[in-house]
Structures are given as C-alpha cells and as structure tokens.
T-cell receptor
Framework: AQSVTQPDIHITVSEGASLELRCNYS??????LFWYVQSPGQGLQLLLKYFSGDTLVQGIKGFEAEFKRSQSSFNLRKPSVHWSDAAEYFC???????????FGPGTSLSVIP | DADVTQTPRNRITKTGKRIMLECSQT?????MYWYRQDPGLGLRLIYYSFDVKDINKGEISDGYSVSRQAQAKFSLSLESAIPNQTALYFC????????????FGAGSRLTVL
C-alpha cells in the first residue's frame, strides 16, 4: 500500500531562517505529489503540486518543493521564514489521477521571532 | 460563501447517539472526501466518492457511513457515536482539470462524551 511519511513531527526555526520539511512516499511509480498548509483553526490550503515535468515546483507564499525520484522524496523549502508561516504542513500523494488522496502525518512548524 | 461548507462546525454529543455531519460544495466537482484529523496522526481517509453512484471505503471506515445525496452533497454519519470518534472532521472536494487538487471545508469538531 502506498504511504506517506513526514519524519519531523515538529520543527522550530527562527524568523528569517531557511526551512526544509521532509516528505517521503513508498510507491514504485511516480505519483502525484502535494503540499498543503493548515493554519491554526483553519482548513487545509494547497501550497503546491507536482504532476510531471520540472522537478522543482514553485508554490504560493514563497514556498518551493523538489521531487527526487531516486530518493522517493518531495521536500518543501522556503529560503526565509516569516512568523506567519507557523502552521501544520501536510504532504499528500495520489497514485494515479483515478485514485484517492493520502496524507502524511504532518509537520508542525513553530517560528521564533 | 465558502466553496466547501461543513455543518455543524462544532458538536458535543453523548455515547450511543447518532450524528450526521453534512458537507456541500459549490465548485461542481465530482470527487468528495471525508477525512478525520487527530493530533500526530495527520488526516486519515474515512470515505470517498468519485461520483454520485460511487462510494468507497477509506482506511478507517468502521463505525462510519456516508451518503452522496447529489453531486454537491456528501454526508458522514456515526450511527452510534463512541468517545474515540472525538476528532476534527474535514470534508474536501476535487475535480475538473485539477481533479486531484482538493478544496477543504473549515472542519467539524466532534466531541463524544
């Protein structure tokens, strides 16, 4: 069965520092990959997605992610974190366009002013 | 109005009671999902539906049932609520050219005493 892992349960960074959140999936073929963000008390919002093509994808709020097939990873990055980025971040995977969306356990991000 | 609306937003009930959480969407999407969020476990899929006549169990469907009354409506029922069903429940819709991109509701917080 496909699965998604996010090795870091909680990360704390200082405002202005760079950020990388890890995501790994276990599936042989290249799935569709997503990052969603959940701000406190809110629903989830799409940050970015990868379907095919350029392995470095840009998203909203200055985020980017890189798909690495050899590592089965889709890590999320931001060069300079803002206090408003404090939230829960979820990686999600779908095997094919006809399959269901599966989410990872999430990484909680805290930002120190 | 929100694209995906969940009602109620908050509900406290007692063990053994029947509960229905309702979800409606105005995006015209074919696909609808119900997820459950628990701390440290991320979003776990309860049920999903790819059209009105298509209902599929997710990874944690025991104790839950769903009804797809129309393309726009997807309800989740707990026939006899138990305390470990206390959680935050999210409905999501996906379809069109970005069929795998989900739009989430704001969530329904359910407490079972």
């Amino acid at each position: 069965a496909q699965s998604v892992t996010q090795p870091d349960i909680h990360i704390t960074v200082s405002e202005g520092a760079s950020l990388e959140l890890r995501c790994n999936y276990s599936y042989g073929a290249t799935p569709y990959l997503f990052w969603y963000v959940q701000s406190p008390g809110q629903g989830l919002q799409l940050l970015l997605k990868y379907f095919s093509g350029d392995t470095l994808v840009q998203g909203i709020k200055g985020f980017e992610a890189e798909f690495k097939r050899s590592q089965s990873s889709f890590n999320l990055r931001k060069p300079s974190v803002h206090w408003s980025d404090a939230a829960e971040y979820f990686c999600a995977v779908i095997k094919t366009s006809y399959d269901k969306v599966i989410f990872g356990p999430g990484t909680s991000l805290s930002v120190i002013p | 109005d929100a694209d995906v609306t969940q009602t109620p937003r908050n509900r406290i009930t007692k063990t053994g009671k029947r509960i229905m959480l309702e979800c409606s969407q105005t995006k015209g999407h074919d696909r609808m999902y119900w997820y459950r969020q628990d701390p440290g476990l991320g979003l776990r899929l309860i049920y999903y539906s790819f059209d009105v006549k298509d209902i599929n169990k997710g990874e944690i469907s025991d104790g839950y049932s769903v009804s797809r009354q129309a393309q726009a409506k997807f309800s989740l029922s707990l026939e006899s609520a138990i305390p470990n069903q206390t959680a935050l429940y999210f409905c999501a819709a996906g379809g069109g050219a970005g069929a795998n991109v989900l739009t989430f509701g704001a969530g329904s917080r359910l407490t079972v005493l």
